[in-house]
């Protein structure tokens, strides 16, 4: 509850791009529209009295259910989350950020969808939206040097995605 | 006079050829399978990039697979010199989304044996930075106490490096008689040791110049890269989640008493006494990373016997875990808890109706840490990239994943 004066604030500041917040939650959220993102965080973290001037962690969630029969029961419309983790060293006060994509960009399989990058506002973003581009597959607008991380640069696909497909061979290795 | 003009210009237009070399996979000094490309001029380092991902072993996705019980076996082979804050953190994840809290005995248990592992790793990692800088003894200084921690936790659990001992509700059994009398001996043992290392490091004077005013990161740096822990603390920045964390972490540490180990007013916690600050050491560079561990070590040794008092004189027993097939509620919960290396925060994600969540994350703390580098790095010498990966104490599990 003592998010409220923070989501009014937001509000007023940022209009549509506050899209919706959950204070119920574990860990209480708010949703910022892609196009708002990197202003929400330049100002979470610049703003005197929030100073969230840590980004902890960079998560992407696939909404997605390979199984048809599954899907027809499932709660949700297929989509991908970003979940931005802040912290705040002076205030020590946590704040969830979440940013809703579709799985791809203009429902073309295949194409990445799209976000702006957050590296410009906290440098551990450049590693982490590394990360979940090559583990999720989100294009990050604007990220300096977008390559994969932990896979090799000639992988194909994104392993965190729920419709995945292992491969059968890589390099004359087989894997299944 | 006019030719001379153009004969200096000559000379000053005289450079040595760049030179890119790799450094890694295997090199002994990145412990473990990290590979760095620097770009060099002559002795001097121009640029770094370092290629990881040599140890990725698609935690995250084998966390879609199976329930958070059977994770936790995972977890430890994420920080592997760190297994039991590993599965401490992912523990407490587990029970913040089920809302559930363990007893107190347990509580007492898992400080115990979450700082034991914490001076364990240190040991590891400074006696590494010795091998790293050219010193060989206090390596096996450190590795003799290291090896009591194990066969500590040997007895207590039956493995030496891979625990999956603290899991989701408490731990897998309570520990065996006769534990506590052993535990208590190795401290009253481990004491003089710490002071021996300080006379073998910490006031050694070529470890000083090897380390001193190298590889200096500024706080502001650390915290917009996200550094943590000793990194963190290194630049002086008075944060650590034992005490400045989520509730549901500190609460593990109420009614302990510690001081964090940062440089606070220009000096170190005092509750001990520690060798003085060499001149030459900048606030931020190796030998204060180097130092913060030092300090944390005699810090865990105190938070031990507090818990091994607490823990003997606590009523009640240290709980079950819950069932291996426990249904997960809707709903997501992250948590980061301080572990040796920095901030390990874990997220899970469940749909509810399951017992297997849709989505494992983790949160590495070296991972962090190591991107600073690039940054580092920059116009040191090459001799000095080993002492700065060094002071960083990374484990590649734990960033690979």
Redesign the interface.
């Known amino acids: 509850m003592a998010e409220h004066p923070l989501i009014k604030k937001l509000q007023e500041k940022f209009g549509d791009g506050i899209t919706g917040y959950c204070l119920e939650?574990?860990?209480p959220w708010i949703e910022v529209a892609p196009e708002a993102l990197v202003d929400v965080c330049r100002y979470l973290k610049e703003e005197p009295s929030l100073q969230f001037?840590?980004?902890?962690?960079i998560?992407a969630?696939?909404?997605y259910e390979p199984d048809p029969k599954k899907a027809a029961k499932a709660?949700f419309e297929p989509h991908l989350e970003l979940?931005y983790?802040l912290?705040s060293?002076p205030n020590?006060r946590?704040l969830?950020l979440k940013v809703k994509l579709p799985r791809w960009k203009e429902d073309q399989v295949g194409q990445l969808p799209e976000v702006p990058s957050v590296s410009g506002v906290?440098?551990?973003a450049?590693?982490h939206e590394r990360?979940v581009y090559d583990?999720s597959g989100v294009r990050f607008v604007g990220h300096p040097d977008l390559r994969?991380?932990?896979?090799?640069e000639d992988w194909e696909g994104h392993?965190?995605r729920k419709d995945y497909q292992f491969p059968v061979e890589y390099h004359g290795i087989r894997c299944q | 006079m006019s030719q001379l003009q153009s004969s200096q210009i000559i000379e000053l237009d005289v450079r040595t050829d760049e030179m890119l070399v790799n450094m890694g996979p295997q090199h002994p000094s990145t412990h473990g399978v990290l590979r760095l490309v620097l770009r060099t001029d002559g002795e001097v380092v121009s640029e770094v990039t370092p290629h990881?991902?040599y140890l990725?072993r698609?935690a995250?996705?084998i966390g879609?697979n199976l329930t958070p019980r059977q994770w936790v076996p995972y977890t430890d082979r994420m920080d592997y010199l760190a297994g039991m804050n590993m599965n401490l953190g992912w523990s407490l994840t587990v029970e913040?989304?089920l809302?559930l809290q363990v007893t107190e005995k347990c509580r007492h248990l898992r400080v115990m044996i979450a700082e034991l592992n914490r001076i364990a790793s240190h040991l590891l990692g400074l006696g590494a930075y010795g091998l790293d800088l050219g010193t060989f003894t206090p390596f096996f200084y450190c590795f003799r106490e290291r090896e009591k921690i194990l066969d500590l936790f040997e007895a207590a659990c039956g493995a030496r490096l891979t625990y999956s001992y603290i899991t989701v509700g408490g731990v897998t059994h309570d520990l065996p008689p006769g534990w506590l009398k052993k535990c208590e001996q190795f401290l009253r043992e481990f004491q003089p040791v710490v002071d021996e290392l300080h006379t073998l490091l910490t006031t050694n004077s070529i470890f000083i110049r090897r380390t001193a005013g190298i590889g200096v990161l500024p706080a502001e740096m650390a915290?917009?890269?996200?550094c943590t822990g000793p990194v963190l603390r290194g630049s002086g920045?008075d944060?650590d989640l034992r005490r400045?964390g989520?509730e549901f972490y500190t609460q593990m540490y109420d009614g302990y008493a510690f001081e964090v180990a940062v440089m606070k007013d220009g000096h170190y916690p005092r509750d001990h006494k520690y060798p003085p600050v060499p001149s030459q050491a900048v606030l931020g560079d190796c030998w204060h990373r180097f130092f913060v561990r030092m300090i944390e070590i005699q810090q865990s040794i105190d938070l031990v016997w507090q818990a091994l008092d607490k823990y003997s004189t606590t009523k009640g027993d240290v709980g079950s875990p819950i069932k291996l097939n426990q249904k997960l509620p809707k709903?997501?919960?992250?948590l980061?808890t301080e572990c040796p290396r920095g901030?390990m925060?874990f997220?899970i994600?469940s749909?509810g109706n399951s017992a297997i969540p849709?989505?494992v994350?983790a949160?590495s703390s070296s991972?962090?840490n190591l991107?600073v580098v690039e940054e580092l790095c920059q116009g040191v010498l090459i001799a000095d990239v080993p002492a700065i990966i060094g002071s960083l104490d990374i484990v590649m599990g734990e960033i690979?994943?």
């Open positions: 939650a574990i860990d001037n840590m980004l902890n962690c998560t969630v696939d909404y709660s979940i983790h912290w060293i020590k946590s969830v906290w440098r551990t450049l590693w990360e583990l994969r991380i932990l896979l090799p392993p965190l | 990881i991902g990725h698609c995250e996705k879609e913040k989304l809302q915290i917009d890269y996200g920045v944060h400045d989520e709903g997501e919960a992250y980061e901030q925060g997220m994600v749909d849709r989505r994350r949160r991972f962090c991107s690979d994943r």
